[in-house]
DNA sequence: CATGAATGAGAATTCATTCAT
DNA sequence: TATGAATGAATTCTCATTCAT
């Protein structure tokens, strides 16, 4: 029973070993550089080992991308004890930079990169669908309340959300041309510029 | 000096034919899977003959990704010429997605690829900053003419390019997770959508 | 004794099971496909476990071979029991054809594959060698009987080793480049072409 | 011109110079253990090095396959100018056990490996055609000479085909099982042991 | 100017085998 | 007896890049 208790617990913290550090090594080396013989070099295990835990390379990044969103979902859900609905849906966008600037990597798994993406794995958005609907309802709350004007609510959300998601992937990929002291100002300002005109006046 | 002339036009003609070529490449087959030697192939001349005009396959992804933004700022002057403010802008806006979406790669280079774009090159950007501008000055014509409220110009523009650059690489870069047939729909319900704002009422 | 006569039966049964699921898998992914993961996995143990049965690879392997030599003797066993010496004669070749063909990777263990046949296990073939004196014991059976001319038991039995091993490594090696609907047809007429000759007429 | 010409004789060369170190490396350590870095290691060239001339080892290994059926398909043809039908029947079978015991490993190419044998390289097997076309008109010749009885070509062929082939796979596969200096002994008989046969008595 | 030839470095992955428990 | 965990040593193959000619 204790036994295989832990063994079981030294198998997931093996996992999240492997992971934790292929999730750095992504970070500094970026995706098409983030190899098993590197990855195999950090965490002090062979190759093969490595294979142990995991199928492929691909099953790794597809992992990574699954708790990325799994991350994402839970930081998101946090603001939804706010009772305002404009409120709410301030927070919703703010909090979705946040996420997205304090978890680049993630982020960027999520949304930005091009693998490992398969058909297949099409069903593991569902953290990401149940974040969608949190976003449509949070909208849906600001037209009941009068606050915001109706409209088709598809058309909403994906309009807020490139607009969260334009802000943060401009920030992520491209920063650089924007000096650091105004990034803050700049993102500050944007939130309330979409604010300033999804209320009604 | 006729010979020295001569010379020069055939090596960018050469130049030009790399590039052509890397490009079309790049789009058929995507940036990791655009090899020196497939490009070589494709050119009928050896590998090495690339290395006569460019330093690295960096500095030929680099030059590529001066040349998209080249292209999208001519491509983005077209609707200058439309007199009144408003409809320019939102032109400049459809336009700006209209580019993204029909050269999809181009756009890849331009703000989402990590490659080339190192800081060390940041002035060549000089198209870059000219579309800016553009923008900006876009904007303000709105603003001036009272039909957008006054607002801080760098948080204006710094928005309205986020917004756009949101819609256009969720569309190329996650496109998959939205059925085809309302695509065109979102796109532009989200365009009116941010016009609807930025409209004085 | 009772314990180690127990003891000594299971250690017979699991080598036995791995001897059988080793054959079988051999049978269905062939030779340079079967490896001992894949035989854990089949037997439901782990691959160090089969290590205790056995020393290594090359031993299961060897062991079939022993196995397939007893199965092919047993086998071909079940004619002598034929009182006419040709037609047992006869009844030997067809049944040597039959097993080839019906066990073909048993086959192959014994008479075509690289492997395991070390020299230094040469005299682990008696079953083999018995075969291979019935095949004599039935030529000379004929001899005597006048059915056949007399000549060098040797040769003779070589020959007829020689003619059906060949037909039934062609089948079996080479068999796609004959049309699977005569393939029948020209082994029977192999054998009878071969019958006709060795009767004296 | 003498440029491209010696460019064109050196390529050869070193196409040779890979076939020939494949083939003696394939004799020494058998086709499974015959790998592109070991023949790498042998010519003294870079593994890398190889794939500029071969596509990759089942290119290899089909080439050796192709030119083993070459020079058995010559091999063979020597024995055409023999006037005499039967003569050249007998010398016909004599000369396939002479090719098949002298060039080991390309008779085990042609006719004993599985791999590289695929479905689509099995019109190369057109050399191995000629020959077999000519082992019919051999026999043909026989029977029309009123040397062998009549009887169906095809059978005929197969039948001798198989005969020496099970001579010769036996012999090159598990002639250890033979004692060296009783070998020939047996091959010389087995081959009269047919000839006595197939002749009209 | 152009290139054929070559390669070092590295990619993902697999496997038989060992050993502490 | 059984095994989970680990790995060294391979495997095939690819690529950007160099350099003598």
Redesign the interface.
């Known amino acids: 029973m204790g036994i295989s208790e832990r063994k079981d617990r030294e198998k997931k913290e093996m996992e999240k070993l492997i992971l934790d550090s292929a999730m750095q090594l992504f970070i500094e080396v ?1 995706y ?1 550089n983030m190899t098993i013989r590197k990855l195999a070099e950090r965490i002090e295990y062979s190759p093969a080992t490595i294979y142990l835990y995991f199928k492929d390379k691909d099953e790794i990044l597809f992992t990574l991308q699954k708790m990325a969103f799994e991350k994402f979902h839970k930081f998101q859900l946090k603001i939804q004890d706010i009772e305002d609905p404009l409120e709410r849906l301030t927070a919703h966008g703010k909090t979705y930079i946040d996420f997205a600037l304090s978890n680049r990597e993630y982020y960027e798994l999520m ?2 990169m ?1 693998s490992p ?1 398969k058909q297949e794995c ?1 069903d593991d ?1 569902k953290a ?1 669908l149940d974040s969608y609907q949190q976003l449509k309802d949070n909208i849906k709350s600001c037209m009941d309340a009068g606050i915001m004007k109706s ?2 609510l ?3 959300a ?2 807020m ?7 943060a ?2 920030v992520i ?2 920063g ?3 000096p650091k002291e ?1 990034q803050q ?2 993102i500050d ?2 939130l ?3 604010a ?3 209320v009604r ?1």
């Open positions: 970026g098409k949304f930005l091009d993406m099409l958005y990401e409209m088709d598809e058309i909403a994906f309009s959300w490139s607009y969260v998601h334009g802000i992937s401009i990929k491209r650089f041309l924007i105004v100002n700049l300002g944007a309330n510029f979409l300033d005109n999804y006046k």
